[in-house]
């Protein structure tokens, strides 16, 4: 059994780009106590979970309680996979209903007892107690460091524009198209979504309208690594006279909202509507599209008419004057 603690800020979000990614491993939720998701999955899972955005870490769950008392007695009983020195550290989440002060120096005497070394400043194996509605004590595996993402945020890259995703935001939309290929972005701007996915192994295409664009986006991909990309100059409603012939596994995309400049000078809701319309065309039967709309829009009842399923939609405040759906399609 393992765990994922998802982040705060798109929670909903956040755990289905989880269940997406173990969908791809043969993995499953099975249980949510707030930011705290149980999971069954096996270590092939590790790959695919390694490429969440909206996660805070995973790892691999030892011991569930009801109580503090079950907790500690459980941990008695089995043998804690510990390598090395270990200190252990408590989650107390929103929701915790138990008093776990003397938590960690209790379940600490118990590992201890067993033989394992207590490094309290450079633990080898850090052991994770989450309090919710239960308690939880686990292994962590992997952490995902927020100064990883920060780096690539818009202006830190070599071709800044202020109007772009947050990195974890960019890579939790390619997670939940399930893309184990390539991505298509259709409107790729400065390539923020495309630098995610060509970090995951993913193969990108990425079109814009404006050349320096797709000159900064290129700039951008190479800057990160990303060296398996194909760009082009091009309106997002003629994928097809772009791409003749070709199918794309899944797309993601985050449309300009509205300037006059952005839109080039059309209209917000026809260029939308058009654009959906020409992203079914170029996605395999069973493919999806992660898109992001300001909630002005009804991007579910747009994107039926051309014949796409709503499997998520996801609501976010960006400032008083922006608010946003993501959105998940499947093309039947």
Same mark, same amino acid.
């Given at each position: 059994m393992l765990y994922v603690e998802i982040l705060g800020n798109l929670p909903e979000m956040?755990?289905?780009? =989880?269940?997406?990614?173990? #969908? &791809?491993?043969?993995?499953?939720?099975?249980?949510?106590?707030? *930011?705290?998701?149980?999971? /069954?999955?096996?270590?092939?899972?590790?790959?695919?979970?390694?490429?969440?955005?909206? =996660?805070?870490?995973?790892? #691999? &769950?030892?011991?569930?309680?009801?109580?503090?008392?079950?907790? *500690?007695?459980?941990?008695? /009983?089995?043998?804690?996979?510990?390598?090395?020195?270990f200190k252990v550290d408590t989650e107390t989440m929103a929701n915790c209903r138990h008093d776990v002060l003397d938590l960690p120096r209790k379940l600490g005497a118990i590992i201890h007892s067993q033989g394992f070394k207590v490094n309290l400043s450079k633990p080898d194996t850090l052991v994770r107690v989450y309090c919710g509605e239960r308690v939880y004590a686990g292994i962590r595996y992997r952490f995902f460091d927020p100064k990883d993402f920060e780096r690539r945020k818009a202006h830190n890259r070599p071709f800044f524009r202020p109007i772009s995703l947050h990195p974890r935001v960019s890579r939790a939309l390619v997670n939940l198209t399930k893309a184990t290929r390539e991505i298509l972005d259709p409107m790729m701007g400065a390539g923020g979504i495309l630098i995610e996915a060509g970090l995951l192994g993913l193969k990108v295409y990425g079109v814009d309208i404006k050349p320096e664009m797709v000159e900064g986006a290129e700039t951008n991909l190479r800057h990160y690594g990303v060296k398996d990309y194909e760009l082009k100059l091009g309106d997002a409603t003629r994928l097809e006279e772009l791409f003749p012939?070709?199918?794309?596994?899944?797309?993601?995309?985050?449309?300009?909202?509205?300037?006059?400049?952005?839109?080039?000078?059309?209209?917000?809701?026809?260029?939308?509507?058009?654009?959906?319309?020409?992203?079914?065309?170029?996605?395999?039967?069973?493919?999806?599209?992660?898109?992001?709309?300001?909630?002005?829009f009804d991007g579910k009842s747009e994107a039926e008419k051309v014949g796409f399923r709503m499997l998520g939609r996801y609501y976010q405040r960006v400032h008083k004057s922006l608010e946003r759906y993501f959105y998940v399609f499947e093309k039947e």
């Open positions: 956040a755990r289905d780009e =989880a269940k997406a990614m173990l #969908e &791809l491993a043969g993995g499953e939720i099975v249980g949510q106590d707030y *930011l705290f998701l149980k999971v /069954e999955a096996g270590e092939d899972a590790f790959p695919y979970l390694d490429r969440l955005g909206l =996660a805070h870490e995973y790892g #691999e &769950l030892i011991v569930e309680a009801e109580s503090i008392e079950e907790l *500690l007695q459980k941990a008695e /009983e089995v043998d804690w996979p510990i390598k090395g020195a012939g070709k199918k794309f596994e899944a797309v993601a995309t985050d449309p300009p909202y509205g300037t006059a400049a952005t839109l080039a000078g059309r209209k917000r809701d026809e260029l939308y509507g058009e654009v959906l319309s020409c992203i079914y065309n170029v996605l395999e039967d069973g493919g999806r599209l992660a898109i992001a709309f300001p909630t002005s």
